[in-house]
């Protein structure tokens, strides 16, 4: 396959590891699967070798770079899915805003949402097959590339998490120029949270076009909300986007299982699960036994050790998994972290968390 070729969204491999799928949908595969946020990322040299030669931005726009990235963690650990490498900050660029990733600070808006009248600086209506086509390569490249040796994940910010971007110019720990939106200026507030569903069902209908197997919408800004806000300004966006997406690809005879991450959003669980995903993820906070008795077996669910639990000798992260089985059961469950690695973590114990997560689920479906 030559640089030059059109990579096209057809004729992909045959699927050969499908227990990430058969778990989404509520199943109890022969083990557990696992797969981590962020697994492409900064704690492999060989993903910091690529990264350091160009823009951040640059090597989202680069469906060739995007595939490598999401290639690497495969080579090295046994996941059972891959998620695309990319950002949920296209999205806002899509819509006419410039963003760059900073050193040392991270992403940051140029010029920042301040008030009402500054949403007409947004693209009305965004076409994202030619804003955001490079993603769609990304998709279809690394589903030809990966050989069908796991499912590949395609995924998107949700809108209030974009919202508190777009005005607070970068990330924030009070989120209160965003959140002052919310009290101030309601009706501006739900116009933009409008728009951003408009755009986020688009772009995650033309992943799916592209080859992604799944969808995980980020919820990532959930606990900065209380939950009267939550009901309020996030989850009816949340609910929407799950339900038009599906109604789309049902008129298509596809079917496609989504996540909803909503990170911190523990007072929402119950709502969470009948939101039309098949997949609640968790963050660590929450106590896996609780999870399962609140959201009634009506979803599966995606999560959730203490990514600082990777800093553990690797025998008591085996302990920690086994644990965590135990609290979720085998069926209808992804192991996960509770959010994604961070940069300075050891390869070596995430190789031993997926191995922990593999044989003692093994071990329990054959027991069971």
Same mark, same amino acid.
């Given at each position: 396959?030559?640089?030059?070729?059109?990579?096209?969204?057809?004729?992909?491999?045959?699927? *050969?590891?499908?227990?990430?799928?058969?778990?989404? &949908?509520?199943?109890?595969? $022969?083990?557990?699967?696992?797969?981590?946020? /962020?697994?492409?990322?900064?704690?492999?040299?060989?993903?910091?070798?690529? &990264?350091?030669?160009?823009?951040?931005?640059?090597?989202?726009?680069?469906? %060739?770079?995007?595939?490598?990235?999401?290639?690497?963690?495969?080579? &090295?650990?046994?996941?059972?899915? +891959?998620? @695309?490498? +990319?950002?949920?900050?296209? @999205?806002?660029?899509?819509?006419?805003?410039?963003?760059?990733?900073?050193?040392?600070?991270? =992403?940051?808006?140029?010029? =920042?949402?301040?008030?009402?009248?500054?949403?007409?600086?947004?693209?009305?209506?965004?076409?994202?097959n030619k804003e955001l086509d490079y993603v769609f390569k990304a998709i279809t490249l690394t589903r030809h590339k990966?050989?069908?040796?796991? =499912?590949?994940?395609?995924?998107?910010?949700? =809108?209030?998490?974009?919202?508190?971007?777009?005005?607070?110019?970068?990330?924030?720990?009070?989120?209160? *120029?965003?959140?002052?939106?919310?009290? /101030?200026?309601?009706?501006? +507030?739900?116009?933009?949270?409008?728009?951003?569903?408009?755009?986020?069902?688009?772009?995650?209908?033309?992943?799916?076009?592209?080859?992604?197997?799944?969808?995980?919408?980020?919820?990532?800004?959930?606990?900065?909300?209380?939950?009267? $806000?939550?009901? %309020?300004?996030?989850?009816?966006?949340?609910?929407?986007?799950?339900?038009?997406?599906?109604?789309?690809?049902? %008129?298509?005879?596809?079917?496609?299982?989504? @996540?909803?991450? !909503?990170?911190?959003?523990?007072?929402?669980?119950?709502?969470?699960? !009948?939101?039309?995903?098949?997949?609640?993820?968790?963050?660590?906070?929450?106590?896996?036994?609780?999870?399962?008795?609140?959201?009634?077996?009506?979803?599966?669910?995606?999560?959730?050790?203490?990514?600082?639990?990777l800093y553990a000798p690797k025998e008591l992260i085996s302990?920690?998994?086994?644990?965590?089985? %135990?609290?979720?059961?085998? /069926?209808?469950?992804?192991?996960?972290?509770?959010?994604?690695?961070?940069?300075?973590?050891?390869?070596?114990?995430?190789?031993?968390?997926?191995?922990?997560?593999?044989?003692?689920? *093994?071990?329990?479906?054959?027991?069971?």
């Amino acid at each position: 396959m030559s640089k030059n070729d059109v990579i096209l969204p057809k004729d992909f491999p045959e699927l *050969k590891n499908d227990t990430f799928l058969r778990a989404a &949908r509520g199943e109890e595969p $022969e083990h557990v699967p696992v797969w981590c946020m /962020r697994q492409a990322g900064r704690y492999l040299p060989e993903f910091r070798e690529i &990264r350091a030669k160009k823009d951040f931005f640059d090597t989202c726009r680069s469906p %060739e770079d995007c595939c490598e990235l999401t290639l690497q963690p495969l080579r &090295r650990f046994p996941f059972d899915a +891959s998620i @695309i490498f +990319s950002d949920i900050l296209v @999205i806002p660029q899509a819509m006419g805003m410039d963003v760059q990733m900073l050193t040392g600070k991270g =992403p940051t808006f140029t010029d =920042p949402l301040k008030e009402p009248e500054d949403l007409q600086r947004l693209k009305a209506n965004v076409d994202v097959n030619k804003e955001l086509d490079y993603v769609f390569k990304a998709i279809t490249l690394t589903r030809h590339k990966i050989e069908g040796k796991v =499912p590949l994940i395609g995924f998107t910010g949700a =809108p209030w998490t974009l919202m508190s971007y777009m005005i607070e110019g970068g990330g924030s720990t009070t989120h209160s *120029k965003a959140k002052r939106w919310l009290y /101030r200026h309601p009706e501006s +507030s739900h116009m933009l949270l409008k728009m951003l569903t408009d755009v986020i069902v688009e772009y995650l209908l033309g992943q799916v076009a592209a080859g992604a197997q799944a969808l995980q919408v980020f919820e990532s800004h959930a606990g900065i909300l209380g939950p009267v $806000e939550f009901k %309020e300004f996030s989850l009816p966006y949340l609910r929407d986007i799950a339900r038009r997406v599906k109604d789309r690809l049902k %008129e298509k005879g596809q079917d496609v299982p989504m @996540i909803v991450f !909503a990170k911190d959003a523990h007072y929402a669980l119950e709502e969470l699960s !009948a939101s039309h995903y098949e997949v609640v993820g968790l963050d660590w906070t929450m106590d896996p036994r609780s999870a399962r008795e609140r959201t009634g077996g009506k979803v599966s669910l995606q999560g959730n050790m203490d990514p600082c639990a990777l800093y553990a000798p690797k025998e008591l992260i085996s302990d920690i998994v086994k644990k965590m089985l %135990e609290g979720f059961g085998t /069926r209808g469950y992804i192991a996960n972290l509770g959010h994604g690695l961070y940069p300075d973590m050891d390869p070596e114990n995430v190789a031993a968390f997926v191995d922990a997560v593999h044989r003692h689920s *093994k071990l329990a479906v054959k027991q069971a």
